[in-house]
């Protein structure tokens, strides 16, 4: 909301800059139980492809993007060390989690750089994400998966050449994503580093 009474207080003056392009990106995830004290969760990489689309008020800096992407994320889970999921004969095994992610960002960038911006460009941004679950890998009915949760995320990235927007930022969950179906309260959350490029047509 706040990003939109932005970019409305300030469009009056300045025509936005429009534009769409195609995102690819890898991510370093945790599976972060509640209770680490139950099994281990080892980090895992995964990955994102999608489309982003921004508007930008040029003089500014400010404006505002959002994507649509399909998102892997992985965690490598030790049900085994402990008999409760052993004696199931579910073992340590890497849960893989399907998600369509809508990030929404607020962003600025730094332009006044004395003509390199057209170059490089640097740019910070944040916002939430809202992940739809979409599909998994079958851990023989252990556990049970949020269908809607919300991540918030945030970045620091460069622009090269008006074209091509490289960036890195970290994200995590603000409600659980998945549990555990035998202990109600083991529940998870996701904890993610991440990378992205994007190359606009426009």
Known sequence: MLAVMLLCAVSSHAQPERR???????????????????????????????????????????GIDGSIL?????????????????????ETQAVRLHYIDVPLNLKFRYS???GLESTIMPFVYAGPTFSFHVGHNNIKDALRYTAVSVLLHAGIGVELFNKVQISGGYSFSIGQNLGT????????KHRTWFVQATYFFK
Do not use: C
């Open 70 to 90: 399909y998102t892997l994320r992985q965690g490598k889970v030790h049900f085994g060390d402990k008999l409760a999921w052993q004696s199931q004969g579910i």
């Open 112 to 114: 006044r750089l004395g």
């Open 181 to 188: 179906k035998i202990l109600d309260d083991h529940v998870a």
């Open 20 to 62: 769409w392009g195609v995102t690819v990106g890898g991510n370093y995830n945790e599976i972060h139980f509640k209770q680490t004290d139950i099994f281990a969760s080892d980090k895992m990489f995964g990955g994102s492809v999608g489309i982003t689309g921004d508007l930008m008020i040029p003089g500014v800096g400010f």
